[in-house]
């Protein structure tokens, strides 16, 4: 699976029937405290709209990891896990799962070839939509998505972004 600095692209029609015009998110607490409040907005077993295209609680923790290890991974020093920047990150994950348990939400179903096939319900943020290609344009069945700018965990942080040489030869 692609390790990824951002949660992919979003939907800035379906943000911002949500969201109005508030600034996108550039941290991942701001984008969990959005989440948590459209999590309250839209439980149940058949939401009008998802947050999270095709992500389930593990693979959005796993985001959340990555995110982090890439973010303060130093050579030749300890990474430190247990600090209050990444436990708010989880604690937040944590209780939108609580919710979505509670309510009886589950992720939702990819149906079709991509997430823009009609069967599916719109969802604000597309993980891994694009295919992971940075100069390939974001879209599904036609309809252009646009791009989160790469999360950090401290507001005003410089974001560390991963990238991938392939080589033929």
Known sequence: MPSITA?????????????????????YGQLFD??????????????EAHFLFDMDYPRTV????NGFIRQYEQPDQPLVFNV?????A????????ALQQASGFSPQEFE???SGDPRNAP??????????????VPESFGKVFDAFPAFTFEEGEPPVVI???DVIV
Request: glycine share 12%.
């Open 7 to 27: 949660p992919g692209p979003y939907d800035a029609e379906a943000w911002r029937k949500y969201f109005g015009d508030e600034p996108y998110p550039t941290t």
């Open 34 to 47: 959005a989440m948590l409040r459209f999590t309250r907005m839209e439980s149940g077993q058949d939401p």
């Open 62 to 65: 796993q985001m959340t990891l």
């Open 84 to 88: 209050p920047v990444l436990k708010d």
């Open 90 to 97: 989880l604690s937040k994950l944590a209780e939108i799962n």
């Open 112 to 114: 079709g070839e991509n």
């Open 123 to 136: 969802s604000l943020v597309h993980p891994y939509a694009g295919g992971g290609d940075p100069f390939d």
């Open 163 to 165: 990238g991938y040489l």
